[in-house]
């Protein structure tokens, strides 16, 4: 079993810059790739970024050039800094982690509340 706890959500005004963590523990060894998700309301969940094992790095092309996403393959963490945020950046994001070898399965973890205020 693997959990994700994310953490660093909250207010941020618009233009400023903010910062997610995710930690990841359990079965670390199963999990592949990582990434961040978001969901605003009366919207669909959507990606905002990817990064495999061996850190390629795959972005939503609204957050492209604003956003960076990294992991700590020691520590087990995903983070994301977000940078330039705007309005339509709020959401709740999600952390998600691929487990698993032959049959892979997505893990999610709580979701925190990132809000940009105009």
């Known amino acids: 079993q693997v959990q994700l706890v994310e953490s660093g959500g909250g207010l941020v005004q618009a233009g400023g810059s903010h910062g997610l963590s995710c930690a990841a523990s359990g079965n670390i060894g199963s999990i592949n790739a990582m990434g961040w998700y978001r969901q605003a309301p009366g919207k669909q969940r959507e990606l905002v970024a990817t990064i495999s094992t061996i850190g390629n790095r795959n972005y939503a092309d609204s957050v492209k050039g604003r956003f960076t996403i990294s992991r700590d393959n020691i520590k087990n963490t995903v983070n994301l800094q977000m940078n330039s945020l705007k309005p339509e950046d709020t959401a709740v994001y999600y952390c998600?982690?691929?487990?698993?070898?032959?049959?892979?399965?997505?893990?999610w973890g709580q979701g925190t509340q990132v809000t940009v205020s105009s």
């Open positions: 998600n982690a691929k487990v698993g070898v032959r049959a892979v399965y997505n893990v």
